[in-house]
T-cell receptor, first 113, second 115 residues
Framework: SAVISQKPSRDICQRGTSLTIQCQVDSQVTMMFWYRQQPGQSLTLIATANQGSEATYESGFVIDKFPISRPNLTFSTLTVSNMSPEDSSIYLC??????????FGSGTRLTVV | AQKITQTQPGMFVQEKEAVTLDCTYDTSDQSYGLFWYKQPSSGEMIFLIYQGSYDEQNATEGRYSLNFQKARKSANLVISASQLGDSAMYFCAMREPYNNNDMRFGAGTRLTVKP
């Protein structure tokens, strides 16, 4: 299955700033997904990112806060904008490689102070 | 509506014993896949086992097996011969290929293996 390199692995950011998380896949994939995992919680889907089209956001997530880029079939970024302490979470990207194949990046542990 | 339900926030098991983690799901699709992931404290998601809705046999992967009861819409994970390294969060998840095909997760179960 595909391998995803996600970076940064962790960061501590000041409130009001933005952080861009990058995910690089070692093969071409059609669908990529971004998840947020708040402390002690499960994974919640933020958006689905398909190459060549705008990302589709889940209820409660907006493009102004979490802009996503998908410039090609192997790369995607998620930006967490105007951060507040409530944005402190683990952010994970994933890629679908067929119905069975579903690979996660190693996650970005974000702390906003 | 919650599609994946894990009713055990925490579970304890003695080392070398077996443990069952519960998962029920809700879908009206005929085609779907059920997954279990392990998440250690490092935060990475480790794939454990997969069960397709059309699979007649229960899936097994080493010490992991999935007790699939389709009529009851349950997909319980059984870990045999527990090891200390099995202590982690465990998530049940489902994919529906005709419904965006993303992965939807349950709330998770924290498993602690006692020496």
């Amino acid at each position: 299955s595909a391998v995803i390199s996600q970076k940064p692995s962790r960061d501590i950011c000041q409130r009001g700033t933005s952080l861009t998380i990058q995910c690089q896949v070692d093969s071409q994939v059609t669908m990529m997904f971004w998840y947020r995992q708040q402390p002690g919680q499960s994974l919640t889907l933020i958006a689905t990112a398909n190459q060549g089209s705008e990302a589709t956001y889940e209820s409660g997530f907006v493009i102004d806060k979490f802009p996503i880029s998908r410039p090609n079939l192997t790369f995607s970024t998620l930006t967490v904008s105007n951060m507040s302490p409530e944005d402190s979470s683990i952010y994970l990207c994933s890629a679908s490689t067929g119905f069975y194949g579903y690979t996660f990046g190693s996650g970005t542990r974000l702390t906003v102070v | 509506a919650q599609k994946i339900t894990q009713t055990q926030p925490g579970m304890f098991v003695q080392e070398k014993e077996a443990v069952t983690l519960d998962c029920t799901y809700d879908t009206s699709d005929q085609s779907y896949g059920l997954f279990w992931y392990k998440q250690p404290s490092s935060g990475e998601m480790i794939f454990l086992i997969y069960q397709g809705s059309y699979d007649e046999q229960n899936a097994t992967e080493g010490r992991y097996s999935l007790n699939f009861q389709k009529a009851r819409k349950s997909a319980n994970l059984v870990i045999s011969a527990s090891q200390l390294g099995d202590s982690a969060m465990y998530f049940c998840a489902m994919r529906e290929p005709y419904n965006n095909n993303d992965m939807r997760f349950g709330a998770g179960t924290r498993l602690t293996v006692k020496p």
